[in-house]
């Protein structure tokens, strides 16, 4: 009995050393990805967007206005928010549209206070942005819909001009990791009008028409670039640099997208309004100018076993016939290291081994010996069933891994070499 107490002992030990072990292999791929992400920065250079490049983002907005005579509180889901480049000149000319949801309160002086929910509402409008420095020029938006005010709805619509003098951007090309920058102060106008036809009838003492007309201006502020770092998106894996402004502003911009993948702002500091921004990337049809083929979806087996190694192949070619990197995403949140260069045209193979049941989308990109890199292929699905022994392992053991983890390891050895 001492020595099976002893022995039982000894494989505890066994078994939590392996789980230390791995943990520590587990922070060691992480900070190589890291390193691996430091290494391949390098300069963030103005992207050229082609005439007709789209991007749709996953966004909300909310937005208080507060003066001596109006209260204004705003909130807008906007999902998705479609941007078009329909004119390339010295100025980009971007149309933009969205469906909106969302909730509208006004406060008059004098008046009583208006609140309800927006229906059936849309937002369509036009974006200008200097091409030489991506600053932003002017915002011309107009939002039409019903708002229905205790169940009663009403006609709505906003037309909003905001201009900026001179353009504003919390960006500075060229910049990289390290770089920190000033954001001028920048003036800009709201001009415009809130219609509300038929709002008398429920209010006499609320107007049909509300008139905008303000002068403001953004405060100076310090950004920097402080990393460089893969993040997840609906896009696929992307690198991008993080981008910070104080404790208002954090913004991930990846190169290969041409633009914003993700952004959160928040800017409460002016005496007459506040506003928060939060969007994500979700599609874009952008491609870096001179980078490689979109691949087409790898190729290998769609089905397999845990803890075994499988090969994938994937091949494009590239315009300029440059070398080409591959690299592969594996679908659980690991990604292979950049394989290359080789000729274009030419296949390349990688060998992945995943250790748990479950299912996988497997994609690819490619870069050219420039880093010009074109976005994720399409997924190659790929599962690793659970098996008959895993199915009774689920059943009988979750109580036990609850409550005695170390033993789970020590039972699944034995049973796994029972016939059932």
Same mark, same amino acid.
């Given at each position: 009995?001492k020595?099976?107490?002893?022995i039982?002992?000894?494989i505890m030990?066994?078994?939590n050393t392996a789980?230390a072990s791995?943990?520590i292999n =587990?922070? =060691?791929?992480?900070n190589?990805?890291?390193q691996?992400?430091v290494k391949?920065?390098?300069n963030?250079?103005i992207?050229?967007?082609?005439l007709?490049?789209?991007w749709?983002? =996953?966004t909300?907005l909310?937005?208080?206005?507060?003066?001596?005579n109006?209260d204004?509180?705003?909130y #807008?889901s906007?999902?998705p928010? =479609?941007v078009e480049?329909?004119q390339?000149a010295?100025v980009?000319?971007?149309?933009?549209?969205?469906p909106?949801s969302?909730s509208l309160?006004i406060?008059l002086?004098?008046?009583?206070?208006?609140?309800?929910n927006?229906?059936?509402?849309?937002?369509? %409008?036009f974006?200008?942005i200097?091409?030489?420095?991506?600053?932003?020029?002017?915002l011309?938006?107009?939002i039409?819909? +019903?708002?229905?005010i205790?169940l009663?709805?009403?006609?709505?619509?906003?037309?909003?001009l905001?201009?900026?003098?001179?353009g504003y951007?919390?960006?500075?090309?060229?910049f990289?990791?390290?770089?920190?920058?000033?954001v001028?102060s920048? %003036?800009?106008?709201?001009?415009?009008e809130?219609?509300l036809? %038929?709002?008398?009838k429920?209010?006499?003492?609320?107007?049909?028409?509300?008139?905008?007309?303000y002068?403001?201006?953004?405060l100076?502020?310090?950004?920097?670039?402080?990393?460089?770092?893969?993040?997840?998106?609906s896009?696929?894996?992307?690198?991008?640099?993080r981008i910070?402004?104080?404790?208002? #502003?954090e913004?991930?911009y990846?190169?290969?997208?041409?633009?914003i993948? +993700?952004i959160?702002?928040?800017?409460d500091q002016?005496?007459v309004f506040?506003?928060?921004?939060?969007?994500?990337?979700?599609?874009?049809?952008y491609v870096?100018?001179?980078?490689p083929i979109?691949p087409?979806?790898?190729?290998?087996?769609n089905?397999?076993?845990?803890?075994?190694a499988?090969?994938?192949t994937a091949v494009?070619t590239d315009?300029?016939s440059?070398?080409?990197y591959y690299?592969f995403?594996?679908g659980d949140?690991t #990604?292979?290291a950049?394989?290359?260069?080789?000729a274009?045209g030419q296949s390349v193979?990688?060998s992945?081994?995943?250790?748990e +049941?479950?299912?996988?989308?497997?994609s690819?990109k490619?870069k050219?010996?420039h880093?010009?890199?074109?976005?994720?292929?399409n997924?190659l699905?790929v599962?690793?069933?659970k098996?008959?022994n895993?199915?009774?392992?689920?059943?009988?053991f979750?109580?036990?891994?609850?409550?005695?983890p170390? #033993?789970?390891?020590?039972l699944t050895f034995?049973l796994?070499g029972l016939p059932?």
């Amino acid at each position: 009995m001492k020595k099976r107490i002893i022995i039982i002992l000894c494989i505890m030990l066994l078994i939590n050393t392996a789980f230390a072990s791995s943990a520590i292999n =587990q922070q =060691q791929r992480i900070n190589a990805e890291r390193q691996r992400c430091v290494k391949e920065s390098q300069n963030c250079s103005i992207p050229i967007w082609p005439l007709g490049t789209e991007w749709a983002y =996953q966004t909300s907005l909310s937005f208080e206005m507060n003066d001596e005579n109006t209260d204004l509180s705003l909130y #807008l889901s906007l999902n998705p928010l =479609q941007v078009e480049l329909i004119q390339d000149a010295s100025v980009y000319l971007l149309q933009i549209n969205s469906p909106v949801s969302g909730s509208l309160s006004i406060d008059l002086e004098g008046f009583p206070k208006l609140s309800g929910n927006l229906k059936n509402t849309d937002l369509d %409008g036009f974006l200008k942005i200097y091409k030489n420095n991506l600053t932003v020029k002017e915002l011309d938006i107009d939002i039409s819909g +019903r708002l229905s005010i205790n169940l009663v709805p009403i006609n709505l619509n906003i037309d909003a001009l905001i201009t900026f003098d001179p353009g504003y951007s919390f960006f500075q090309f060229p910049f990289q990791v390290g770089d920190e920058w000033s954001v001028e102060s920048t %003036g800009f106008t709201v001009t415009g009008e809130i219609l509300l036809p %038929g709002i008398t009838k429920l209010f006499d003492s609320i107007p049909d028409e509300i008139t905008m007309d303000y002068s403001l201006a953004t405060l100076g502020k310090k950004a920097n670039c402080t990393a460089y770092e893969n993040i997840s998106s609906s896009v696929g894996i992307l690198p991008t640099y993080r981008i910070s402004l104080e404790e208002q #502003l954090e913004c991930y911009y990846s190169s290969v997208v041409g633009n914003i993948v +993700r952004i959160y702002l928040d800017d409460d500091q002016s005496e007459v309004f506040d506003y928060e921004l939060n969007a994500n990337l979700r599609s874009t049809n952008y491609v870096m100018p001179g980078s490689p083929i979109i691949p087409e979806a790898p190729t290998g087996p769609n089905s397999g076993k845990p803890n075994q190694a499988y090969e994938y192949t994937a091949v494009t070619t590239d315009p300029e016939s440059d070398d080409i990197y591959y690299c592969f995403d594996w679908g659980d949140g690991t #990604l292979s290291a950049w394989i290359g260069p080789v000729a274009s045209g030419q296949s390349v193979n990688a060998s992945k081994t995943w250790s748990e +049941r479950g299912s996988y989308a497997v994609s690819v990109k490619a870069k050219d010996v420039h880093g010009n890199q074109c976005p994720w292929s399409n997924p190659l699905p790929v599962t690793m069933p659970k098996n008959k022994n895993e199915l009774i392992r689920t059943l009988l053991f979750d109580w036990l891994q609850d409550h005695f983890p170390m #033993l789970n390891e020590l039972l699944t050895f034995f049973l796994d070499g029972l016939p059932i």
